[in-house]
């Protein structure tokens, strides 16, 4: 008997690709593990659940079970992986042992944890997957203050939605202007003041040091001596791809885990996507990769070997009080922003000498302009 393909993993990653293997050959016998309850659900969604005033029921979109169903499959929940051997084509489930013709590692990446001082630990919250979500909600049932740490794509929409359902946000960040990977000062600017704008408070520069529980609030320390009361904290300061497992397995990781172009680790028959793939050196933790990955390697485990291409594949940032679209400039590419602010709309181009668009960052009414920046761009992995 054929072994079943394993994918680990119920993420995007994992079902889009399951998704995209049926539609190519609906028997292949697939196995899908996942740590979680495996319901299907959208993670871009949890930074919209408090202004839309969403449950973690109500995100979801089906039950692992409905899925197995849809998508003739079986799916083990609540079910970890805990070691991996190549050699065998085994995975193993604590001693369990699991064969697999071919596998797909699509588990994502972590959350970084802060390190941070104070007996309050256990009311630092981040916001990674669904049940994530339902534990913060439950915690800020009847709180009124949050304070965010962290000033990136996560932080800054959390800031946006808490604010939007009604809470008073503080955000923290020790960059000197917000989304500091993602857009030039003048973009971010805009971004910050039409979140000042709704009420959030901004402490760009200093970390949170030390958090107590004092009286019934919690108490922030910063390293510029500031402190803030609040009743939630929310830790957003950055994710990394899962690694400790495919080290273990003797898998190639550098800051993902390998693979080639046809999303192969440096084992034969191993494959990753999603969050926890570095394909070719990039590192993307957004859906639109991870799509065309699933799109590609459905057709490789069904017997048609391709390579990926990422195309042009600009972010949206989730702060609807200034929309912004942005297509990250590659670190080390030699070049200018040239920038056109008006209020809350900002035009930032990316060129080199030549005048070739590299990249671009959209805010306010300028996003409208993303169509034809599109058409500019040179795909990112041709
Ligand atoms: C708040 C938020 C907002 C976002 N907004 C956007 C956005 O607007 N646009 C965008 O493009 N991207 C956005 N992203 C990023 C996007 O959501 C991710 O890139 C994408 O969801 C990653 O999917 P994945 O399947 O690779 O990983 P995950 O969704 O993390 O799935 C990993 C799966 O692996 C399982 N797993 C992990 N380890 C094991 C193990 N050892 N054994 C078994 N199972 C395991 C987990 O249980 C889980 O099912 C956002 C992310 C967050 C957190």
């Not at 930074?47 to 969403?54: D, I, L, M, R, Y």
């Not at 604590?94 to 104070?118: D, F, H, M, N, Q």
């Not at 913060?136 to 965010?148: C, H, P, S, T, W």
Request: proline share 5%.
């Amino acid at each position: 008997m054929t072994q079943p393909i394993v994918v680990i993993g119920s993420g995007l990653a994992g079902y889009n690709l399951v998704k995209e293997c049926r539609k190519l050959n609906p028997d292949q016998s697939i196995l899908m593990i996942t740590a979680d309850d495996g319901r299907n659900y959208s993670k871009p969604m949890l930074s919209t659940g408090f202004g839309k005033n969403k449950t973690a029921d109500e995100l979801a979109m089906s039950t692992a079970a409905d899925m197995a169903e849809q998508l003739n499959i079986v799916i083990r929940t609540h079910t970890r992986v805990t070691n991996i051997d190549a050699a065998s084509k085994t995975v193993f489930v604590g001693e369990e042992p699991i064969a697999y013709s071919k596998l797909v590692l699509a588990w994502g990446a972590e959350a970084l944890s802060p390190r941070i001082e104070g007996d309050a630990e256990d009311h630092i919250y981040s916001i990674n997957d669904l049940q994530d979500y339902a534990q913060f909600r439950a915690a800020a049932e009847g709180k009124k203050r949050v304070l965010i740490m962290g000033a990136g794509l996560i932080g800054a929409e959390f800031a946006n939605d808490m604010v939007s359902g009604g809470f008073d946000v503080d955000v923290v960040a020790p960059c000197d202007h917000i989304l500091p990977s993602l857009l030039p000062e003048e973009a971010a600017n805009a971004v910050q003041q039409g979140l000042e704008g709704l009420g959030v408070r901004f402490h760009l520069g200093p970390l949170v040091t030390r958090i107590s529980k004092e009286n019934d609030a919690l108490v922030a320390y910063l390293s510029n001596g500031q402190t803030i009361e609040t009743d939630l904290v929310v830790s957003a300061i950055g994710l990394r791809p899962r690694l400790d497992l495919a080290v273990k397995a003797g898998l190639q990781v550098s800051h993902g885990i390998v693979v080639n172009r046809e999303l192969q680790t440096s084992e034969a028959d191993i494959y990753a996507l999603g969050d926890c793939a570095e394909v070719e050196g990039h590192v993307l933790l957004y859906v639109l990769p991870l799509m065309a990955s699933a799109r590609a390697l459905a057709k490789t485990l069904t017997g048609t070997t391709t390579p990926v291409s990422y195309g042009v594949m600009p972010v949206t940032v989730k702060t609807p009080v200034v929309p912004v679209a942005v297509a990250p400039v590659a670190a080390n590419s030699d070049g200018n922003w040239s920038i056109d602010a008006q209020g809350s709309d900002v035009q930032a181009e990316f060129r080199n000498s030549e005048g070739k668009l590299l990249g671009y960052a959209l805010t306010g009414a300028k996003v409208m302009n993303k169509v034809a920046l599109n058409k500019e761009l040179a795909p990112l992995m041709p």
